[in-house]
């Protein structure tokens, strides 16, 4: 299915302010550490937490033990940043979310600007910027999570309210929101579903955790949030947890999950696309909607040498900035496909979820199905 065929309206070629993505802004502070490290934390490798009381020396102890990179972060904003470089269009891209008046917010607002997002943070004076560890492990290959949201928790629906700021989300055509943020605004998240089905927009979403799906509070928003998203991205293991959550078949493979996501309920006539990456397994995109599955299919991932690969934090992320800027170019899902492979095979041979200089992109018309 031809991904430019999905909306509703005609796709302007102007980039300018296309995609808008709302999240928990965060400072990553990265760095490579042993298994001794997970253990004493109590965490798991390729998995996402947020801090609790156990994990709050963590952050000094990277500082002080391990000359930790730093990053702007947080899910959304890494995806949003992986986008506006694919596009390589100034301002194609806008990110809202809320950080402190402190140092950790000025450097995390300078690193994303650098790159032409036109970032919109709500600020809070009396709460620092949140910040997330990233626990890098098995030469690179695993990483670990611990969310530390802060300011990021105190978004608040009236600050998308806010004139100048609704009339960025008019302008969007695009929508992206990790489900991380469920946790900080779910009043957010709906306000922009509501727009993006009322105007004929693409409202899309990320699984983001398992534990977003097995908390009851977060679980309700999801379902809540569901009716509106026309694109789902995950990946296997937050597939598998889907499945428990809602009540399917456990034993279900990724690709039938995929499916079954196609068919729950959605207000929009257009059909829904559910992408889900598998590391270095093939990703599975399905296509469908209440009535049939329009396509399935496997997508290969683009090799990388092992002595290439230095840091996997972030590519999940890189994958879905470089899919949805094909949605907004109006391109193919085969295109689409391509540049998320491209944007997450850039992210993991560099350390941190940066990007180099500029993009050089091309799609020769391959199509990268197993």
Not at 99 to 118: N, Y
Not at 184 to 211: D, Q, R, W, Y
């Amino acid at each position: 299915m031809d991904m430019a065929a999905a909306p509703r309206k005609e796709l302007s070629m102007d980039l300018t302010g296309s995609i808008l993505g709302m999240g928990n802004p965060l400072l990553d502070i990265s760095a490579n550490v042993g298994e001794d490290m997970l253990e004493k934390y109590g965490l798991e490798a390729n998995n996402a937490v947020l801090a609790e009381e156990k994990h709050a020396p963590l952050y000094d102890e990277l500082k002080d033990s391990f000359s930790p990179d730093y990053e702007a972060g947080g899910a959304t904003q890494n995806s949003i940043r992986a986008a506006q470089w694919m596009l390589s269009h100034e301002g194609a891209t806008s990110y809202f979310g809320a950080i402190g008046q402190d140092d950790f917010g000025k450097q995390m607002q300078s690193r994303a600007t650098d790159g032409g997002v036109k970032v919109q943070y709500f600020m809070k004076s009396d709460v620092p910027t949140g910040r997330c560890a990233v626990l890098v492990t098995q030469d690179g290959h695993a990483r670990s999570l611990v969310a530390d949201l802060s300011a990021a928790n105190t978004y608040p629906v009236d600050h998308l309210k806010e004139e100048s700021q609704w009339a960025i989300a008019q302008k969007a055509r695009i929508f992206y929101i990790a489900g991380f943020f469920l946790t900080v605004s779910p009043a957010s998240t709906i306000e922009i579903g509501k727009h993006a089905f009322a105007e004929g927009k693409t409202f899309c979403m990320n699984l983001s955790a398992p534990f977003l799906l097995e908390v009851p509070p977060f679980f309700e928003a999801f379902k809540n949030a569901m009716p509106y998203v026309d694109v789902y991205f995950g990946n296997e293991a937050e597939a598998a947890t889907l499945a428990k959550t809602m009540g399917w078949d456990t034993s279900a493979s990724t690709k039938d999950i995929a499916i079954r996501l196609t068919k729950t309920v959605k207000y929009s006539t257009r059909p829904r696309i559910v992408v889900f990456t598998q590391g270095s397994d093939p990703t599975i995109i399905a296509i469908g909607d209440a009535e049939r599955l329009w396509s399935v299919e496997e997508y290969g991932v683009i090799p990388c040498p092992k002595e290439e690969l230095l840091d996997t934090n972030g590519a999940g992320d890189a994958f879905v900035g470089g899919f949805i800027a094909g949605l907004a170019k109006g391109v193919t899902t085969d295109e689409c496909v391509a540049m998320g492979n491209y944007c997450a095979n850039t992210i993991i041979k560099r350390s941190g979820a940066s990007f180099p200089g500029k993009s050089s992109f091309s799609f020769k018309g391959q199509k990268l199905i197993v």
